[in-house]
């Protein structure tokens, strides 16, 4: 391939060009052929690879057997030549890998950066102007991860915002035995959905499960439900996405890739389609410092990677894993990436729209502010930094905290879905929903707003006074580990068995520890997400429906954002009520005395140590002593 042709891979797939050209003609015929020829090769080489990976494996099937049933990836055999075969098989496949070059994505022809023009401002005297709410007004909309954290303030938005909406349809699986309308049931009498509850009981009956998997055929829809949602959809919210970082690769390419693509085939056939929203994120395009509001070209073919899968035996995908996903930290933000590119050569003349969080936090006022119900990212940390379990940290603390509070990615779905469906387009709009351009905040000050809040509204049960630091020497942080977290939880455990009590506390260390090592890449590194087609939509609103669909980071008050969102994980994952902040408040108080009696102590015990162990150092501190009394006594009032 020329020169030319393999720089192109590198550059970004700008996405306002007319989505039937997946990939614009080369030059001439010459080059074309040299594409195509490439593609092809490595399309194959990969698939041959992978065929005889698995001929191999099932050749000595007797020697060793894979637990794809359990999802462990684990091997058991006998003797070392089978591990040998794996290994050597493994490493056949990752050599090919590390020939193969990038998707040879060429760029489509740019226009201002991926914004879609024109991006008109709104206009009083634009009699042709629908609000939002009229537009859902008689619309059906199919939500995927409804059951989720975003899926549920979705659903909870629709019916409090768009009250003449028809109906929203949920993809529900059923689980541990559980029905789809009894897990329906379960969502609708969660906290969420207590305001529609007590005003707008009625409205909770448009939300119909449909029962289904993301990771089945035909994502387990039956044929009935498939009908009754072609008919009658024409806005679709797809969210569902498995958000685990460690998760394995196989899980991670069914869920995020082949979940996407089958449900693009059902939106293929839905007669009014208006708009498809895709759920992606931010990071993943982490492998770069500036991500604008393009699709970038993919490490690899998505086909070939689903190949792979569908090929490979878990063990060995775990063993390539990590040559596969390259700079880019886990399986998580390498399968959204490759989805996004795959969404662009699947949608054809769909309308789409994606749009890309970065890091999603509790609630900013809707329904209520705080409102979170899990503790995936910060959450986790800051919970256990007001329990006094988490002390430190590798994080960069003058690098920007990319948060975004889960209501305002909320408001930009709903609105970029009524964009994308009145201004009709062959166009795909990214939309980067993130705060680190227009309102940013850096870790330094978010630790610091947090320890604040912890320490003002104190978790019951706390087990000492709140306090932490962020490093970036990684000796001094894993000594600090050490001391700080696992010696007291080792201490406290001992205690609990003396007592007769089930010790928990290192088994709750080693979670944080786990939960900061997925964190730790993007607090010790700074990306800057453009936002301009966020910032564009926002101006082509109505001054009515941007107060209702906020989506403006400028508005966030950081100090007291982070004050409500200890409120709400307190109050909606801890389930303690503010009534107990004055006793907690108390208690705080007396932790806070005691951890300075702590210092004190260890200071005093290891100057006692340190003059014990040096003759010399006793000599000066003696001196010091005579001295200071010598001062003392000139002091004509002493």
Known sequence: MSNAVANKAETEVATNSS????????????????????????????THAAASVSASSSATSAGYNVSSAAGS????????????????????????????????????????????????????????YVPIAQFYAGRSVFITGGTGFMGKVLVEKLLRSCPDIRNIYLLIRPKRGQEVSARLTELL?????????????????????????????????????????????????????????????????????LGTKRLVELCHRMLSLDAL?????????????????????????????????????????????????????????????????MLLKEAGNLPVAI?????????????????VDNFNGPTGLVSALAKGMFRTMMCEKNYVADMVPVDIVINLMI???????????????????????????????FVKHAMSSVRKHPLEGCLWYPTGDLRMNRPMNTLNCIVKHFLPAYILDGVARIMGKKPFVVNVQNKIAKAVECLEYFATRQWRFKDDNVHALLHTLSPKDREIFVFDVRHINWDNYVERYV??????????R??????????????????????????????????????????????FLENALKMARLIPFL
């Open 578 to 623: 503010p009534d107990s902040l004055p006793a907690s408040r108390k208690r705080m108080l007396r932790l806070y005395y005691l951890h300075q009696l702590t210092k004190l102590v260890a200071v005093l015990l290891t100057w006692r140590f340190l003059m014990s162990r040096s003759k010399r150092l006793n000599d000066l501190w003696s001196a």
């Open 73 to 128: 990836g684990s091997v058991s055999g006998s003797g070392g030549a089978n591990s040998s075969l794996a290994s050597s098989s493994a490493s056949a496949v990752s050599s090919l890998l590390s020939a193969v070059t990038p998707s040879t994505a060429l760029p489509l022809p740019p226009s201002s950066n991926g914004l879609q023009l024109p991006y008109e401002r709104f206009r009083a005297e634009d009699t042709s």
């Open 355 to 371: 749009v890309r969080p970065s890091i999603v936090t509790a609630s900013l006022n809707e329904p209520f502010a705080g409102w």
């Open 277 to 341: 929203i895709h759920v992606s994120t931010a990071y993943c395009n982490c492998d770069r410092t500036d991500v604008s509001e393009v699709i970038y070209a993919p490490p690899y073919n998505p086909d070939d990677i689903i190949s792979l899968i569908n090929w490979l035996p878990e063990d060995i995908l775990d063993q390539l894993t990590p040559s596969l996903i390259g700079k880019r930290p886990n399986t998580y933000t390498f399968t959204k990436a490759l989805a996004e590119h």
């Open 189 to 257: 009498n969660a906290p969420l959905f207590e305001s529609l509850r007590q005003e707008k009981p009625k409205e909770l009956s448009k939300v119909i499960p449909i029962s289904g998997d993301i990771t089945s055929e035909e994502l387990g829809i039956s044929e009935k439900d498939q009908n009754l949602l072609c008919r009658n959809v024409s806005v679709v919210f797809h969210s569902a996405a498995t958000v685990k970082f460690d998760e394995k690769l196989k899980l991670s390419v069914t869920i995020n890739m």
């Open 19 to 46: 989505l039937k050209q997946s990939t614009p003609q080369p030059a001439n015929s010459h080059d074309a052929a040299k594409l195509l020829n490439g593609s092809l090769a490595r399309t194959n080489g990969l």
């Open 567 to 576: 409120l709400g994980f307190r109050e909606f994952l801890f389930k303690q």
């Open 415 to 445: 609105a970029a879905a009524w964009r994308t469906a009145t201004r009709k387009s062959n166009n795909l709009l990214i939309y980067n929903c993130c705060t680190g351009q227009r309102n940013p905040i850096v870790w330094s000050e």
